[in-house]
């Protein structure tokens, strides 16, 4: 029973930034490490950034590092993806995922996506 709620998409110049949220609930939410993926009708759904729940270890696409960060507030049961340089490229739905494999598995769980449009 883990529930996912994202937030923080929206519209954003090129160089821009934009902090996406994942708030999850759930009694087995903390067990699970999270990921942040992105999908455009182009392409297929590609990680982009994950992190354990404890926050121990994290993962970032080579196409994000050095640009994105990822976070987790366990107190919040949240975690954050802050972008920053943001480019055209990086347009795309972006969903926070949860479960027990994120980069090299299936995650169990996904949000709803929330839309991530990066003009120039």
């Known amino acids: 029973q883990v529930q996912l709620i994202e937030s923080g998409g929206g519209l954003v110049q090129a160089g821009g930034s934009l902090r996406l949220s994942c708030a999850g609930s759930?009694?087995?939410?903390?067990?699970?490490?999270m990921g942040w993926f992105r999908q455009t009708h182009e392409k297929e759904r590609e990680i982009v950034s994950a992190i354990s729940w404890s926050g121990g270890s994290t993962y970032y696409a080579d196409s994000v590092k050095g640009r994105f960060t990822i976070s987790r507030d366990n107190a919040k049961n949240t975690v954050y993806l802050q972008m920053s340089s943001l480019k055209p490229e990086d347009t795309a739905v972006y969903y926070c995922a949860a479960g027990y494999r994120v980069v090299f598995g299936t995650p169990d769980y996904w949000g709803q996506g929330t839309q991530v449009t990066v003009s120039s």
């Open positions: 759930g009694r087995t939410f903390s067990s699970y490490a």
